[in-house]
């Protein structure tokens, strides 16, 4: 049994707090709330690019090595192709999906293996790679606790690549509701998400430069992402190349 | 049988050959979900269809939709927090709102809903076995119960969307649905993104934007999510999906 509120609540204490020690934190997160018995987390740029940024003990690190070094594996594919891989049990796949990562990975204790891309939309920025020495695939409420920690990633990813890090309107929810509304979840906002692609052509920059852009004025400005995203939309403010 | 009757079950047969035939070759999802939103419209003779599938973190967002008209977006997304694909969600089962007017369940929905333009919900659920994955969401703009031959036929829609979504030996395993859902749901995140960028180099509305990007994945037979992605990602040249009436810097 999961403690999903408590996981999420310490996600978003981490996301705010941004900062070189996220990636640690994260992953301890998960798994002190998920049953599971390493992970670790890199960033990546592409298929064999990749750059470690912290793993719990050797053998998670081992594993991540051993896929980038090979080309196959959970990691790669779930870069590759864009999708969670799930594996409750990897010696189910020794022989089919990735042999010769399979064939590896089965001399340590790993049996289950769930790999998330650290991704919205275009934007893939690395993956979050979670193992269990048991096989068995996770419950559904501690799959969502796993998306909920690759999201996180996602924004202090975003944070440490462009440096603005500990502003607490990222994950979309004002520290104090200042209307006393709900908080909104701005994240899941397809604004958000049309206003990154507006300033991908306004900037002429990569999808994560162009949320990166959206975050940090909302922190200039002390708005919700979606506040200014909204602005965006309705071409009352634009990011241009000389003022980003 | 009413020539109007006949008329429309053959429409009903050719769309589900046309979906069954989609199926079973290497498609991509969020087109066949966008596909399906317009044959719900046609079929069912509504105004506007939504998917809106669970995103496993607790949130409904919306996959697909028959217009990507900003305000009826809006209107599935307001349904994260509240009104009949919600409920219908949650509970697993169809919910009809013949006419809203009136109506004091979802108040917020409601008033918006009404606000731009519709009078009448329906809502269907996405099952599969014991898990509810999403819902399919019909709007009219007059008051309007469906029958019940017309809610089986949405059902049965509702349930093509289900299987789509798992495409083919997917459907015993859960892992494997899990991992669909988020495709789907990124897709839809990469679409966003997609018009956005065509937005702004043609000045368009979203919609025309979205018009544009599926027009041009259709003409080049190649899959939407891969064009929105390379226009996403400045690999596909927003001037090429816009076309020569769009494409240089206009206003």
Not at chain 2, 6 to 16: D, I
Request: charged fraction near 25%; hydrophobic fraction near 45%; proline fraction near 5%.
């Amino acid at each position: 049994m999961t403690e999903l509120p408590a996981l999420e609540q310490v996600l978003r204490e981490i996301v705010a707090e941004g900062g070189p020690d996220a990636p640690r934190r994260i992953c301890e997160a998960c798994m002190a709330a998920l049953p599971l018995d390493r992970a670790a987390l890199a960033l990546m740029t592409a298929a064999d690019q990749q750059e470690p940024l912290w793993a719990s003990d050797d053998i998670a690190r081992k594993l991540d090595d051993l896929q980038f070094s090979l080309g196959e594996g959970p990691c790669v594919e779930a870069f590759v192709d864009r999708r969670p891989v799930l594996v409750a049990d990897l010696t189910e796949h020794a022989h089919s999906r990735w042999p010769v990562f399979a064939a590896a990975a089965l001399r340590t204790p790993v049996r289950g293996l769930f790999v998330l891309p650290v991704q919205a939309g275009a934007i893939t920025l690395g993956v979050l790679d979670l193992y269990r020495d048991t096989p068995g695939m996770l419950e559904p409420d501690e799959l969502t606790g796993a998306l909920c920690a690759a999201d996180a990633a996602m924004w202090t990813l975003l944070g440490l690549l462009d440096g603005v890090t500990g502003y607490g309107g990222v994950d979309g929810e004002r520290a104090v509701a200042a209307d006393g509304q709900q908080p909104v979840p701005d994240l899941h906002r397809l604004e958000v998400y049309q206003a990154t692609g507006m300033i991908v052509e306004q900037m002429q920059v990569s999808p994560n430069v162009a949320l990166s852009a959206l975050r940090a004025h909302a922190f200039a400005e002390s708005q919700t992402i979606l506040e200014v995203a909204r602005e965006v939309i309705v071409r009352r403010l634009r990011f241009d190349k000389e003022k980003p | 049988m009413s020539a109007e009757q006949s008329s429309r079950e053959r429409a009903l047969a050719e769309a589900f050959v046309s979906l069954a035939d989609t199926l079973v070759t290497d498609y991509d999802v969020i087109d066949v979900l966008h596909q399906l939103t317009i044959e719900c419209v046609e079929l069912l003779r509504v105004d506007a269809a939504g998917l809106l599938l669970s995103d496993q973190r607790g949130t409904l967002q919306m996959a697909a939709a028959s217009t990507e008209r900003a305000r009826v977006v809006e209107l599935f997304q307001l349904q994260s927090d509240e009104g009949p694909c919600l409920d219908c969600f949650r509970t697993s089962q169809p919910i009809s709102a013949a006419d809203l007017r009136g109506m004091t369940e979802w108040p917020r929905f409601i008033a918006h809903t009404l606000d731009t333009g519709y009078r009448s919900v329906h809502a269907l659920p996405m099952r599969l076995r014991t898990e509810t994955i999403g819902a399919l969401n019909l709007f009219s703009i007059q008051p309007r119960a469906l029958g019940p031959d017309e809610l089986r036929i949405a059902q049965a829609l509702a349930d093509v969307a289900t299987i789509g979504i798992l495409q083919e030996r997917a459907i015993r395993r859960r892992d494997i649905l899990a991992e669909q859902l988020q495709v789907a749901l990124n897709s839809r995140i990469v679409i966003e993104q997609a018009k956005g960028v065509l937005a702004e180099r043609g000045q368009l509305e979203m919609e025309r934007a979205f018009q544009l990007l599926r027009g041009y994945a259709r003409s080049t037979q190649q899959r939407l999510s891969d064009v929105a992605l390379g226009v996403a990602n400045r690999t596909i040249a927003a001037d090429v999906v816009l076309g020569p009436l769009h494409g240089s810097t206009s206003p």
